[in-house]
């Protein structure tokens, strides 16, 4: 993983995502994805760029079936932003840094 970016797992989900106190951005990816792999640069800078006000998580939908499951993941890449415990907002597709960047204001403002 790159700096600034945690590998999300069904064991390390509820203290990572849902008992973060920040923001929190999670990445559902998969190796065989091209869209996945358009979006992973545009993740690492963010964590890079919002370091110490946004938590970022990659989770490999392949390895963790049930996690993605249970969030209902249709398509892959989804960016997903939760807050408190809640899924609060999400994106589907390889988006540009901009939109993604709006979307993570929004809240953190």
């Given at each position: 993983?790159a700096e600034?970016?945690?590998?999300a797992?069904a064991?390390?989900?509820t203290?990572?995502?849902?008992?973060?106190?920040?923001?929190?951005l999670?990445?559902?990816?998969a190796?065989?994805?091209?869209?996945?792999?358009?979006?992973?640069?545009?993740?690492?800078?963010?964590?890079?760029?919002?370091?110490?006000?946004?938590?970022?998580?990659?989770?490999?939908?392949?390895?963790?079936?049930?996690?993605?499951?249970?969030?209902?993941?249709m398509?892959?890449?989804?960016?997903?932003?939760?807050?408190?415990?809640?899924?609060?907002?999400?994106?589907?597709?390889?988006?540009?840094?901009?939109?993604l960047?709006?979307?993570?204001?929004?809240?953190?403002?």
């Amino acid at each position: 993983m790159a700096e600034g970016v945690m590998n999300a797992t069904a064991a390390n989900w509820t203290a990572e995502v849902l008992g973060a106190k920040e923001l929190v951005l999670v990445d559902f990816w998969a190796v065989w994805c091209g869209p996945c792999r358009m979006v992973a640069p545009i993740v690492e800078d963010i964590a890079k760029e919002y370091a110490g006000k946004l938590k970022v998580l990659k989770l490999n939908t392949d390895e963790n079936p049930d996690i993605a499951s249970k969030y209902k993941i249709m398509g892959i890449p989804t960016l997903m932003l939760f807050k408190h415990g809640e899924k609060i907002d999400q994106l589907v597709g390889a988006v540009p840094k901009n939109q993604l960047k709006e979307k993570i204001d929004a809240h953190l403002g």
